[in-house]
Protein backbone atom coordinates (compact mmCIF):
# COMPACT_ATOMS: atom_id res chain seq x y z
CA UNK A 1 0.00 0.00 0.00
CA UNK A 2 2.72 2.50 0.94
CA UNK A 3 4.14 2.09 -3.01
CA UNK A 4 1.52 4.38 -4.05
CA UNK A 5 2.03 7.62 -1.56
CA UNK A 6 5.63 6.86 -2.45
CA UNK A 7 4.54 7.37 -6.91
CA UNK A 8 2.85 10.56 -5.90
CA UNK A 9 5.77 11.58 -4.08
CA UNK A 10 7.97 11.13 -7.07
CA UNK A 11 6.14 14.25 -8.33
CA UNK A 12 4.30 14.29 -12.19
CA UNK A 13 6.05 12.34 -15.36
CA UNK A 14 7.23 13.87 -17.94
CA UNK A 15 5.36 12.43 -21.30
CA UNK A 16 7.98 10.77 -23.70
CA UNK A 17 8.70 13.22 -26.43
CA UNK A 18 7.45 16.52 -25.12
CA UNK A 19 9.79 19.29 -25.49
CA UNK A 20 9.88 22.36 -22.89
CA UNK A 21 10.91 25.14 -24.57
CA UNK A 22 11.84 28.21 -22.91
CA UNK A 23 10.60 31.95 -23.60
CA UNK A 24 14.07 33.01 -23.99
CA UNK A 25 14.47 29.82 -26.90
CA UNK A 26 11.40 30.87 -28.64
CA UNK A 27 12.27 35.12 -28.74
CA UNK A 28 15.72 33.47 -30.35
CA UNK A 29 14.40 31.67 -32.91
CA UNK A 30 12.07 34.19 -33.47
CA UNK A 31 14.48 36.85 -33.65
CA UNK A 32 16.81 34.90 -35.88
CA UNK A 33 13.95 34.53 -38.43
CA UNK A 34 13.14 37.89 -38.60
CA UNK A 35 16.33 38.41 -39.50
CA UNK A 36 17.19 35.97 -41.63
CA UNK A 37 14.16 37.22 -43.25
CA UNK A 38 15.22 40.27 -43.60
CA UNK A 39 18.49 39.56 -45.33
CA UNK A 40 16.54 37.43 -48.18
CA UNK A 41 14.36 40.58 -48.98
CA UNK A 42 17.58 42.41 -49.31
CA UNK A 43 19.63 40.43 -51.42
CA UNK A 44 16.47 40.13 -53.64
CA UNK A 45 16.14 43.61 -53.49
CA UNK A 46 19.61 44.07 -54.63
CA UNK A 47 19.12 41.26 -57.36
CA UNK A 48 16.40 42.75 -58.49
CA UNK A 49 18.25 46.48 -59.27
CA UNK A 50 21.28 45.17 -60.77
CA UNK A 51 18.94 43.51 -62.97
CA UNK A 52 17.22 46.78 -63.72
CA UNK A 53 20.66 48.56 -64.28
CA UNK A 54 21.51 45.69 -66.77
CA UNK A 55 18.49 46.03 -68.73
CA UNK A 56 19.45 49.83 -68.87
CA UNK A 57 22.75 49.92 -69.50
CA UNK A 58 21.91 47.23 -72.46
CA UNK A 59 19.27 49.44 -73.54
CA UNK A 60 21.57 52.54 -73.76
CA UNK A 61 24.59 50.95 -74.89
CA UNK A 62 22.38 49.87 -78.25
CA UNK A 63 21.31 53.56 -78.99
CA UNK A 64 24.60 54.39 -78.78
CA UNK A 65 25.41 51.55 -81.33
CA UNK A 66 22.36 52.64 -83.41
CA UNK A 67 24.00 56.59 -84.19
Known amino acids: ?5 ARSRSGPRRRPGVISLSTGAV ?14 TAVAVSAVSVAIAAVVL ?10
Open 1 to 5: MRSCS
Open 27 to 40: AAVLTGGVVLTALL
Open 58 to 67: RSLLREHNRR
